[in-house]
T-cell receptor, first 113, second 115 residues
Framework: SQKIEQNSEALNIQEGKTATLTCNYT??????LQWYRQDPGRGPVFLLL?????KEKRKERLKVTFDTTLKQSLFHITASQPADSATYLC????????????FGQGTTLQVKP | DGGITQSPKYLFRKEGQNVTLSCEQN?????MYWYRQDPGQGLRLIYY???????QKGDIAEGYSVSREKKESFPLTVTSAQKNPTAFYLC??????????????FGPGTRLTVL
């Protein structure tokens, strides 16, 4: 069956360190993968999109990698700050012509000062 | 300001009642989506619409209904047939309905509680 999995355990790190979140999927061949940030009680906000032919994408302190052989994406936040504390969701395209996204359950990041 | 709005923010329903959640966007997006989120879980797709007057079932459509009479509006009705409707409901829109390389924009959500 198709699955997309993120680490359900919260990630606690110290301010200034690099946070690394993992997204694994099975039985999909997504053309692209997206990452969103969600604060409690609010809607998700888009962060980054990476295509299947891209190995890495960067935006300011954020970096995403996409390994289609391992079926895995890694999301990195460098020089983390307490304001980065939130839940991070990965999402991949369910098909090539509907715009449907399948979301992982999210990983909660807590950055301690 | 362009964006996507949902109302109400909080909604309480008695068992056996139908309720309608509003979703409006002024982004001129063709595609709109409804998701349900339960505590500690990701988003699950209820319905989506790629164009006006057309919509498709998502993964958990049972007990829900939608309409798409206008491009900017995509209301969701939670019917009495939905056995466990208490959840956080999110509406989203996207400029590209055919799965192109564009993100989804989300509204602030409606928290529905069944009493």
């Amino acid at each position: 069956s198709q699955k997309i999995e993120q680490n359900s355990e919260a990630l606690n790190i110290q301010e200034g360190k690099t946070a690394t979140l993992t997204c694994n999927y099975t039985n999909y061949s997504p053309a692209y993968l997206q990452w969103y940030r969600q604060d409690p009680g609010r809607g998700p906000v888009f962060l980054l999109l990476i295509r299947e032919n891209e190995k890495e994408k960067r935006k300011e302190r954020l970096k995403v990698t996409f390994d289609t052989t391992l079926k895995q994406s890694l999301f990195h936040i460098t020089a983390s700050q307490p304001a980065d504390s939130a839940t991070y969701l990965c999402a991949l395209a369910a098909s090539s012509n509907t715009g449907k996204l399948i979301f992982g359950q999210g990983t909660t990041l807590q950055v301690k000062p | 300001d362009g964006g996507i709005t949902q109302s109400p923010k909080y909604l309480f329903r008695k068992e056996g009642q139908n309720v309608t959640l509003s979703c409006e966007q002024n982004l001129n997006h063709d595609a709109m989506y409804w998701y349900r989120q339960d505590p500690g879980q990701g988003l699950r797709l209820i319905y989506y619409s790629q164009i006006v007057n057309d919509f498709q079932k998502g993964d958990i459509a049972e007990g829900y209904s939608v309409s798409r009479e206008k491009k900017e509006s995509f209301p969701l009705t939670v019917t009495s047939a939905q056995k466990n409707p208490t959840a956080f409901y999110l509406c989203a829109s996207s400029i590209d309905p055919r799965g192109g390389f564009y993100e989804q924009f989300f509204g602030p959500g409606t928290r529905l509680t069944v009493l």
